[in-house]
T-cell receptor, first 113, second 115 residues
Framework: GEDVEQSLFLSVREGDSSVINCTYT??????LYWYKQEPGAGLQLLTY?????DMKQDQRLTVLLNKKDKHLSLRIADTQTGDSAIYFC?????????????FGSGTRLSIRP | GAVVSQHPSRVICKSGTSVKIECRSL??????MFWYRQFPKQSLMLMATSNEGSKATYEQGVEKDKFLINHASLTLSTLTVTSAHPEDSSFYICSAREALGNTIYFGEGSWLTVV
């Protein structure tokens, strides 16, 4: 089946690193994404990783992919108050000649002073 | 970067009427567009996948006669909620995948309130 799971909440202190974890079930994933959603807003693509990669770094963001365990994580270094949002993990799955994206439930990241 | 525009961003309609939401890729061609629905404090639920020039593929449980999707060109897909009911009130988001790549970009979303 197609399922993407995330923990619902994460609270970190300002300046610390945040690590948001995600697990997925479909081994045919081609791309895995991290999206950010601020209150009342749409989705913002943060980063993505191809399924044959282990790691991708983009400024404060580091994505780690363990394909064997079907585990994806997003690390935000030096977390700031502006990072408060819901973070969605998503996987792109190919079926027939098309593909679709399945989202996790989202992890609400809150920053404490 | 690539931009996906959704219109309207907010709409209020009366029960029984139909409302159309547009999704446009502004600076790229999108062969595939996706429509999602988000209930309060919940994740995005994929409603349907539309490919330019062909019929949309609906996810299980989504009424295709109620949520009409048209993808008439490489830059425009529309979602029409027919005979709207208060239970259809939700946040609808579209996304578009570049024809030449695999990156998917999302629109800002449309808040639909049916009264």
């Amino acid at each position: 089946g197609e399922d993407v799971e995330q923990s619902l909440f994460l609270s970190v202190r300002e300046g610390d690193s945040s690590v948001i974890n995600c697990t997925y079930t479909d081994s045919s994933s081609t791309y895995l994404y991290w999206y950010k959603q601020e209150p009342g807003a749409g989705l913002q693509l943060l980063t993505y990783i191809f399924s044959n990669m282990d790691m991708k770094q983009d400024q404060r963001l580091t994505v780690l992919l363990n394909k064997k365990d079907k585990h994806l994580s997003l690390r935000i270094a030096d977390t700031q108050t502006g990072d408060s949002a819901i973070y969605f993990c998503a996987e792109s799955i190919r079926y027939s000649s098309a593909s679709k994206i399945i989202f996790g439930s989202g992890t609400r990241l809150s920053i404490r002073p | 970067g690539a931009v996906v525009s959704q219109h309207p961003s907010r709409v209020i309609c009366k029960s029984g009427t139909s409302v159309k939401i547009e999704c446009r890729s502004l600076d790229f061609q999108a062969t595939t567009m996706f429509w999602y629905r988000q209930f309060p404090k919940q994740s995005l639920m994929l409603m349907a996948t539309s490919n330019e020039g062909s019929k949309a593929t609906y996810e299980q449980g989504v009424e295709k006669d109620k949520f009409l999707i048209n993808h008439a060109s490489l830059t425009l897909s529309t979602l029409t909620v027919t005979s709207a009911h208060p239970e259809d009130s939700s946040f609808y988001i579209c996304s578009a995948r570049e024809a030449l790549g695999n990156t998917i970009y999302f629109g800002e979303g449309s808040w639909l309130t049916v009264v």
